[in-house]
């Protein structure tokens, strides 16, 4: 029997219960996340059991999804990113009790009432799973921004040489008189 769990909850009351629950969010919910995205569309989704761990720490373990929309840095246009990930998190109430759990256990720290906010718990993890490079698969029509057609070299990674702060590093050095 599966159980939803809500945006607010208590981590230890639910360890106790070997709870299995589902999370439906959409991903606007998560603004440090949608900062980071095209913008807030998409929706995050996850299943976890919540248990207690021998050392009696209440946890949850499961799989995380979500689809969110990426600008792609090459030609500029929407792209769809699949998240996937699975999960250990152990609950604890102080940074002390954080640095005591297990390596496998990821913590999430409970309030004085032992309660998890699902947005803080989760938006970390999402952050983790974004691509550090942008960009659309080889096979996909992407073209970069502002080119004809004719010179079809990939652009060069990195290649660019424009450094704004140079001049200021120049006007720096020599103010030390
Ligand atoms: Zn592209």
Excluded at 30 to 51: I, P, Y
Excluded at 75 to 93: E, Q
Excluded at 123 to 129: A, K, M, S, V, W
């Amino acid at each position: 029997m599966e159980t939803r769990l809500p945006s607010r909850f208590n981590a230890a009351a639910l360890g106790r219960t070997t709870t299995l629950c589902t999370l439906e969010l959409p991903v606007s919910h998560f603004k440090r996340l949608a900062a980071l995205l095209l913008d807030g569309s998409g929706e995050v989704r996850a299943s976890m059991q919540f248990d207690v761990s021998q050392d009696g720490v209440p946890t949850a373990s499961g799989s995380l999804q979500g689809e969110v929309r990426l600008t792609c840095q090459r030609c500029l246009t929407p792209m769809d990113h699949l998240i996937s990930t699975a999960f250990s998190f152990g609950f604890v109430a102080s940074e002390t009790a954080a640095d005591e759990l297990p390596d496998y256990l990821d913590p999430v720290l409970m309030d004085e009432a032992g309660d998890v906010l699902a947005v803080e718990m989760f938006e970390d993890e999402l952050i983790l799973q974004l691509p550090l490079s942008t960009l659309h698969a080889e096979d996909e029509n992407c073209v970069p921004q502002g080119e004809t057609g004719e010179a079809s070299q990939a652009p060069e990674p990195g290649g660019k040489t424009y450094q704004p702060f140079s001049a200021l590093g120049e006007m720096l050095k020599n103010d030390d008189g």
